[in-house]
């Protein structure tokens, strides 16, 4: 009999599930049961139950936390999601912790059924394939690799030579898809290594956390190891269909005693965790390129985000490319410094998307510039698995943008700067602000500007202003001093005094005699 828990914080809902069937002739025990998510997580680890039926929202730990809890440490067991809530995040979250069964409430007693066959069938094959004993053997054996890896395991009680854990030397090495979009590998590591494994004399293969583990044992195993890291060197880009196309690795630093063991699967497990980070179409990444932990700095706030957001866009509007290209690559490295996860990072990028795409609306609402919505911002980047395509998208984007602003008849530098004043002149916009965004001193391009306009920057800004704040005194009931600071003026007065300069009489004159026009 397959053993069974049922964990929903509803009682009737468990009595309900209790009846549905006769189990028994289904071939199923009813194990026990739990009322809130800490006594399902607890039910788990100590029942090791062959199926739980989990409900997704209970008290004390939802239902996602449960199961990733119990995977975390070590559960195998089959696990049917049942919510009252039909959204499919909820499973697609439940995915990622090898859930593949979701029902919604009220639960459909045949697909229940249906799905309680299948699990049947599987466990029956998987029972008949296997040695009993050698089955638990191996689970014993597995129990020990993983502790030793997690560091949880008094070495005095284990007979490593039994087990064939004595070594001169110890590599954690973990692999697993390249690609979301390839298949599971279906070769052994020791194909790649090019050794024979004998009673598990090379190395031990276990699944943690979801991911392939291999405790590489001796000089030969990992000297093969080493010379396999070579080859991938040499070619730098894999053959296609070797093996190594369909695989991303990560490995710690050797360590000369099992009790250190631990140390090198850590390593291993922080580079996979920073996958984010590596370049397009590498494959493979050491302890060596571990950053150290000193260097990390939470930088992720308002203050960054407005930092780069207004960058960007005034490179953006300086149709900079050269600029833009350097502020990304910053960003980059920034980034890769960060001790923020990579969840707040993806928001980040993702916040400063939406903010660049709120400016350039704004700004240039005539312009119908071809943005994706929100929603599709959104999950773009959320299904970029690397910050490279990010960037990637990100430059692609600003092409975009640059295109839909851009006037085809601008010929010089000078068109691109008289664009940028147009569209921004009512920003503290100065001649040494500007200047840099389009890659100049600012002494140098005062004395162009003059050349080419026949008066000085400022000057050429004021005339822009007041020409904009005209236009809002004959069409708009905004009081002067709202117009003054709507077209770059902070103080009411000394706008009046540029009016007058430019205009020959005042804001409230030059309404009066032109309201209706």
Same mark, same amino acid.
């Given at each position: 009999?397959?053993?069974?828990?049922?964990?929903?914080?509803?009682?009737?809902?468990?009595?309900?599930?209790?009846?549905?069937?006769?189990?028994?002739?289904?071939?199923?025990?009813?194990?026990?049961?739990?009322?809130?998510?800490?006594?399902?997580?607890?039910?788990?680890?100590?029942?090791?139950?062959?199926?739980?039926?989990?409900?997704?929202?209970?008290?004390?730990?939802?239902?996602?936390?449960?199961?990733?809890?119990?995977?975390?440490?070590?559960?195998?067991?089959?696990?049917?999601?049942?919510?009252?809530?039909?959204?499919?995040?909820?499973?697609?979250?439940?995915?990622?912790?090898?859930?593949?069964?979701?029902?919604?409430?009220?639960?459909?007693?045949?697909?229940?059924?249906?799905?309680?066959?299948?699990?049947?069938?599987?466990?029956?094959?998987?029972?008949?394939?296997?040695?009993?004993?050698?089955?638990?053997?191996?689970?014993?054996?597995?129990?020990?690799?993983?502790? +030793?890896?997690?560091? =949880?395991?008094?070495? @005095?009680?284990? /007979?490593?030579?039994? &087990?064939?854990?004595? !070594?001169?030397?110890?590599?954690?090495?973990?692999?697993?898809?390249?690609?979301?979009?390839?298949?599971?590998?279906?070769?052994?590591?020791?194909?790649?290594?090019?050794?024979?494994?004998?009673?598990?004399?090379?190395?031990?293969?276990?699944?943690?956390?979801?991911?392939?583990?291999?405790?590489?044992?001796?000089?030969?195993?990992?000297?093969?190891?080493?010379?396999?890291?070579?080859?991938?060197?040499?070619?730098?880009?894999?053959?296609?269909?070797?093996?190594?196309?369909?695989?991303?690795?990560?490995?710690?630093?050797?360590?000369?005693?099992?009790?250190?063991?631990?140390?090198?699967?850590?390593?291993?497990?922080?580079?996979?965790?920073?996958?984010?980070?590596?370049?397009?179409?590498?494959?493979?990444?050491?302890?060596?390129? +571990?950053?150290?932990? =000193?260097?990390?700095? @939470?930088?992720? /706030?308002?203050?960054? &985000?407005?930092?780069? !957001?207004?960058?960007?866009?005034?490179?953006?509007?300086?149709?900079?490319?050269?600029?833009?290209?350097?502020?990304?690559?910053?960003?980059?490295?920034?980034?890769?410094?960060?001790?923020?996860?990579?969840?707040?990072?993806?928001?980040?990028?993702?916040?400063?998307?939406?903010?660049?795409?709120?400016?350039?609306?704004?700004?240039?609402?005539?312009?119908?510039?071809?943005?994706?919505?929100?929603?599709?911002?959104?999950?773009?980047?959320?299904?970029?698995?690397?910050?490279?395509?990010?960037?990637?998208?990100?430059?692609?984007?600003?092409?975009?943008?640059?295109?839909?602003?851009?006037?085809?008849?601008?010929?010089?530098?000078?068109?691109?700067?008289?664009?940028?004043?147009?569209?921004?002149?009512?920003?503290?916009?100065?001649?040494?602000?500007?200047?840099?965004?389009?890659?100049?001193?600012?002494?140098?391009?005062?004395?162009?500007?003059?050349?080419?306009?026949?008066?000085?920057?400022?000057?050429?800004?004021?005339?822009?202003?007041?020409?904009?704040?005209?236009?809002?005194?004959?069409?708009?009931?905004?009081?002067?001093?709202?117009?003054?600071?709507?077209?770059?003026?902070?103080?009411?007065?000394?706008?009046?005094?540029?009016?007058?300069?430019?205009?020959?009489?005042?804001?409230?004159?030059?309404?009066?005699?032109?309201?209706?026009?």
């Amino acid at each position: 009999m397959y053993r069974v828990l049922i964990a929903d914080d509803e009682s009737i809902i468990r009595e309900g599930i209790k009846c549905l069937f006769d189990w028994e002739s289904l071939g199923y025990t009813i194990a026990g049961e739990a009322a809130n998510g800490e006594t399902a997580y607890q039910q788990i680890l100590a029942l090791q139950p062959d199926i739980v039926l989990l409900d997704i929202r209970m008290s004390g730990m939802l239902g996602l936390d449960v199961i990733r809890e119990a995977r975390a440490q070590g559960f195998t067991g089959k696990v049917i999601i049942l919510s009252g809530y039909s959204d499919f995040k909820y499973a697609q979250e439940a995915i990622r912790y090898g859930v593949q069964y979701y029902l919604t409430k009220p639960i459909d007693e045949d697909e229940l059924e249906e799905i309680l066959r299948s699990i049947k069938e599987n466990l029956d094959k998987a029972a008949a394939t296997a040695n009993t004993r050698e089955h638990y053997r191996e689970k014993a054996r597995e129990t020990i690799i993983r502790d +030793l890896l997690t560091n =949880d395991i008094d070495l @005095s009680h284990i /007979n490593t030579t039994d &087990l064939h854990l004595t !070594a001169d030397t110890y590599q954690v090495v973990i692999y697993e898809k390249y690609s979301h979009n390839t298949a599971d590998a279906s070769y052994r590591f020791s194909d790649l290594l090019r050794v024979t494994n004998q009673d598990n004399n090379s190395y031990d293969n276990i699944t943690l956390q979801y991911h392939e583990v291999i405790l590489l044992k001796g000089t030969f195993a990992i000297q093969k190891f080493n010379d396999f890291l070579e080859r991938y060197q040499r070619e730098r880009r894999p053959q296609e269909n070797s093996p190594l196309d369909s695989l991303f690795i990560t490995y710690g630093a050797r360590v000369s005693d099992l009790s250190e063991v631990y140390i090198s699967y850590i390593q291993a497990k922080q580079l996979l965790e920073r996958r984010f980070f590596c370049e397009q179409e590498q494959h493979t990444i050491g302890y060596a390129e +571990l950053p150290d932990p =000193d260097s990390l700095k @939470s930088i992720l /706030n308002d203050a960054f &985000l407005n930092r780069y !957001a207004t960058s960007l866009f005034e490179y953006l509007q300086a149709f900079n490319r050269n600029m833009l290209a350097e502020t990304l690559t910053q960003l980059t490295n920034e980034l890769y410094h960060a001790a923020d996860s990579i969840d707040s990072i993806r928001l980040f990028l993702t916040d400063l998307y939406l903010q660049i795409k709120e400016q350039a609306n704004r700004l240039y609402n005539g312009a119908n510039i071809p943005f994706p919505s929100n929603a599709d911002i959104i999950r773009l980047i959320e299904e970029k698995y690397y910050l490279y395509e990010i960037i990637l998208y990100f430059t692609e984007q600003f092409e975009m943008i640059m295109s839909s602003i851009g006037n085809s008849s601008r010929e010089s530098v000078l068109d691109d700067i008289l664009h940028y004043i147009n569209h921004n002149y009512a920003s503290n916009i100065t001649l040494e602000n500007i200047a840099p965004l389009f890659g100049y001193n600012s002494s140098y391009l005062g004395k162009i500007f003059r050349k080419k306009m026949g008066e000085n920057f400022n000057s050429y800004v004021d005339h822009v202003r007041i020409k904009h704040s005209m236009e809002l005194l004959c069409s708009s009931e905004l009081k002067v001093y709202a117009i003054a600071e709507k077209v770059g003026y902070r103080n009411v007065d000394y706008f009046h005094i540029k009016f007058k300069k430019y205009v020959g009489k005042s804001p409230a004159e030059y309404r009066k005699e032109h309201k209706n026009e």
